[in-house]
């Protein structure tokens, strides 16, 4: 269930020192696959890490046979040489990689990077290129689980999932576990499949599937520099699925592993899905579970295990969505709380003792709907993020 289940991919996790506690560190995923068509999805905050605007370059060429990705340092906020340390860890893999194998013939723009860790400090190149050819060593079919793990920052659990399609499979890895916010999530992730795609085919279902998933995780409102989602093709099944299917599959995996995002958010107790219904659009439907995922006062009254569907309304009424107040519905767990937007049922009706919480918003003004998760806001939120990373 990792990265390298689909055919044609091995990967490695590795510890470099990058990470003052010894953790691994270094990741490698490489495609030896007869095809090396990538897509990708990056943050939307104006301030990019280095490793954003490298990869994005990449991406533009359509082609990629390897991603070097390291935890325990974002290479964000650090400049002309911060860049040119992107570059040089792109330059080196390639070569690297070209010197371990008799198959492979990579450049710099065959390689694809990827940082997470504290923003405005240098990454320790002297640690960093060593874990490069450490991780390269290490590269095995079996090796998707060390790079799950050694992407981690704040991250309690790695994050992989699998979608299988007919004789060809999706398989993936993510990091998160705070700053997760619309325009994706604050996360690395990397996907890959066996299936045959090119790197139109690619960006389409990539960016369908991001959409409904990655763009509808919203943890605390807040963005990060250095979200990178990577979609890489190996063609190695000789399966080329249909449009539709591709779409399908990639939206399962990235599905999944928002889902395993919301659910390892720092500091959270509770996992909470807000679907909204009779909205005039999808992009009001959008507003208004955004709007409820990044209220406060609702992750902290749900973290109190308080229905209170007044402070729900209250986020609903800030927002530009085409409703009429005294016609909004509010649903906890099943229980209709609010009718007509007043009080409905009984309160007291509603269980929170649970971890997962449905809260279910109909604004009655069209056919439109949307679901975005969020999780609730408790004390340890503010003890996890002291000393936070992206």
């Known amino acids: 269930m990792t990265v390298t289940t689909p055919r044609g991919f091995r990967a490695a996790g590795v510890a470099a020192g990058l990470k003052s506690g010894g953790a691994a560190d270094v990741a490698l995923v490489v495609n030896d696959g007869p095809d090396a068509g990538i897509a990708g999805v990056f943050t939307a905050n104006r301030v990019k890490a280095a490793p954003v605007l490298w990869t994005r370059q990449v991406v533009r060429g359509g082609v990629a046979r390897a991603v070097i990705l390291n935890s ?34 990579l450049g710099a723009g065959d390689v694809a990077v990827c940082s997470t860790g504290l923003i405005g400090e240098r990454l320790p190149m002297d640690k960093l290129l060593p874990g490069v050819r450490a991780a390269i060593r290490a590269l095995s079919r079996g090796g998707g689980a060390a790079a799950a793990q050694a992407i981690m920052t704040t991250d309690t659990r790695p994050k992989t999932t699998v979608a299988a399609g007919s004789g ?111 909205a005039a659009d999808e992009d009001d439907a959008v507003e208004v579970g955004r709007s409820v995922a990044r209220n406060n006062l609702v992750k902290t009254a749900l973290f109190g295990n308080d229905p209170n569907w007044g402070r729900i309304l209250a986020a609903v009424g800030t927002t530009a969505a085409a409703f009429e107040p005294d016609a909004l519905d509010v649903a906890v ?18 269980d929170l003792t649970g971890r997962d919480v449905a809260i279910r918003i109909d604004l009655h003004a069209g056919d439109a709907q949307a679901t975005v998760w969020t999780n609730d806001l408790s004390h340890a939120y503010v003890h996890e993020n002291s000393a936070y990373s992206t």
Not at 74 to 101: V, Y
């Open 72 to 105: 325990g340092g974002a290479n964000a906020c650090t400049g002309p040489a911060g860049f040119q340390d992107t570059h040089t860890t792109a330059e080196h893999t390639a070569a690297a990689l070209t010197s371990a194998s008799s198959r492979l013939r």
């Open 168 to 278: 060809w499979t999706v398989g993936g890895m993510a990091k998160g576990a705070g700053m997760l916010a619309p325009a994706m999530a604050t996360m690395l992730c990397v996907l890959t499949t066996d299936a045959v795609a090119g790197p139109a085919a690619l960006d389409t279902a990539l960016r369908a599937a991001c959409r409904v998933t990655f763009d509808r995780v919203d943890s605390d409102g807040c963005m990060s520099t250095n979200d990178t989602v990577l979609l890489l093709a190996s063609g190695a099944s000789g399966v080329e699925p249909t449009e539709a299917e591709l779409a399908a599959a990639v939206t399962a995996a990235c599905h999944d592993l928002a889902q395993q995002l919301i659910a390892d958010a720092e500091g959270a107790t509770k996992q909470i899905a807000i679907e909204v219904v009779g």
């Open 333 to 350: 767990n099943g229980v209709w709380v609010c009718r007509s937007g007043a009080a409905a049922e009984d309160r007291s009706k509603v």
